[in-house]
């Protein structure tokens, strides 16, 4: 589960944690604001004990009805929900990373282009679905839902 985000790695070099695969089920999730070659913020639920990312460029949306491009990543370990740090140049996504909001999910529904949840969290609170783009597998829309 974990082979794209190690292959990717010097763990010699990076303070990023290597990880392993858990067994999950806390339904956490974590936003985190990356200084990379762009500004961009990592989206990640924890799900069958890995973090499921995306890459938000303009950041979660905030207002009902607001869509965001969210590039679906390879999975992170669950040890990456606490991550803060300089990723050292040279290194795959060198840049400073700082936690933007984290708390937990209720997972509303998960369908293999779908998926619904009720975030709790300071930032980011009520409904959101990630919604899979046909014929770009990666490319997915995070969108606020209406709440109440």
Same mark, same amino acid.
């Given at each position: 589960?974990?082979?794209?985000?190690?292959?990717?790695?010097?763990?010699?070099?990076?303070? *990023?944690?290597?990880?392993?695969?858990?067994?999950?089920?806390?339904?956490?999730?974590?936003?985190?604001?990356?200084?990379? =070659?762009?500004?961009?913020?990592?989206?990640?639920?924890?799900?069958?004990? @890995?973090? =499921?990312?995306?890459?938000?460029?303009?950041?979660?949306?905030?207002?009902?009805?607001?869509?965001?491009?969210? @590039?679906?990543? *390879?999975?992170?370990?669950?040890?990456?929900?606490?991550?803060?740090?300089?990723?050292?140049?040279?290194?795959?996504?060198?840049?400073?990373?700082?936690?933007?909001?984290?708390?937990?999910?209720?997972?509303?529904?998960?369908?293999?282009?779908?998926?619904?949840?009720?975030?709790?969290?300071?930032?980011?609170?009520?409904?959101?679905?990630?919604?899979?783009?046909?014929?770009?597998?990666?490319?997915?829309?995070?969108?606020?839902?209406?709440?109440?």
């Amino acid at each position: 589960m974990l082979e794209g985000y190690r292959a990717r790695r010097d763990f010699t070099a990076t303070p *990023e944690p290597e990880g392993k695969a858990g067994r999950g089920g806390e339904n956490r999730f974590v936003v985190q604001e990356h200084h990379a =070659r762009s500004l961009h913020y990592d989206f990640r639920l924890e799900m069958d004990g @890995v973090l =499921r990312s995306w890459a938000v460029p303009k950041g979660p949306p905030l207002a009902p009805g607001v869509r965001r491009l969210a @590039v679906q990543v *390879e999975d992170h370990p669950v040890e990456y929900i606490d991550f803060e740090g300089e990723i050292p140049a040279g290194q795959y996504g060198a840049g400073r990373v700082s936690i933007w909001d984290k708390g937990t999910y209720v997972l509303q529904e998960s369908k293999p282009d779908e998926l619904k949840v009720s975030l709790k969290g300071k930032k980011l609170r009520g409904h959101y679905a990630l919604v899979r783009l046909p014929k770009q597998p990666k490319n997915w829309l995070l969108i606020k839902g209406r709440d109440g």
